[in-house]
């Protein structure tokens, strides 16, 4: 069961565009939604995350737009540069309060940047 | 500032070899720490976590084992490698401590794990 359902997989986007990568979760108590860049042979890393209790949340040119009744939330990157070129995960997690809590991630988009 | 490492970078097994993956954080003191793998095309899966030393979690049944001898090193193994066991493996840390609320995952740069 993917609990976590990201889209789309892939995605072109000129500079200056706007790529926005959408994912739809189905588990009602994940409470922290965090975004991943990864760049080919790296690990990935954590560009934004937002929680369930705001509806947008803006980082430089990354904005997270949250939809709790909709279960769904997405990732915009304005001024689009060929150097955002990368993979990008959504992932989940749920508090468990005793401080270790697995990610649950999508499956990824890979974007591309065109000059 | 903390950093974690993972070794080797690559790594090429025959079907029923061991394994012993290492991953190693510095600059902080009792992180969680995070086993995931990635297969081609798909999202990364949690494989173990730790919130201690001797203490592991396993998220998924495997022919794979996970050990923490040490408060920030968190070891990967199987003594019997499968086919199915090629991907590219992470490790994490963040945060350790209850009620600190949501704390963010930082990775390492992966081993490629590839099985003939």
């Known amino acids: 069961q993917q609990q976590v359902k990201q889209s789309p997989q892939s995605l072109i986007v000129q500079k200056g565009g706007i790529p926005i990568i959408n994912c739809a979760y189905e588990?009602?108590?994940?409470?922290?939604f965090p975004w991943y860049q990864q760049f080919p042979g790296k690990g990935p890393a954590l560009l934004i995350a937002i929680r369930p209790d705001v509806s947008e949340k803006k980082e430089g040119r990354f904005t997270i737009s949250f939809n709790k009744s909709a279960k769904q939330f997405s990732l915009h990157i304005m001024d689009s540069q060929p150097g955002d070129s990368a993979t990008y995960f959504c992932a989940a997690s749920t508090y468990s309060g005793g401080g270790a809590d697995g990610l649950t991630f999508g499956k990824g988009t890979h974007l591309i940047i065109q000059p | 500032s903390q950093t974690i490492h993972q070794w080797p970078a690559t790594l090429v097994q025959p079907v029923g070899s061991p394994l012993s993956l290492e991953c190693t954080v510095e600059g902080t003191s009792n992180p969680n720490l995070y086993w995931y793998r990635q297969a081609a095309g798909r999202g990364l899966q949690l494989l173990f976590y730790?919130?201690?030393?001797?203490?592991i979690s396993s998220e998924v049944p495997q022919n794979l084992s996970a050990s923490r001898p040490q408060d920030r090193q968190f070891i990967l193994s199987s003594k019997k490698l499968l086919l199915s066991d090629s991907g590219f493996y992470l490790c994490?840390?963040?945060?350790?401590?209850?009620?600190?609320?949501?704390?963010?995952?930082?990775f390492g740069d992966g081993t490629r794990l590839s099985i003939l």
């Open positions: 730790s919130v201690g030393i001797g203490q």
């Open positions: 994490a840390w963040s945060e350790g401590g209850a009620n600190l609320g949501h704390q963010p995952q930082h």
């Open positions: 588990n009602t108590a994940f409470d922290y």
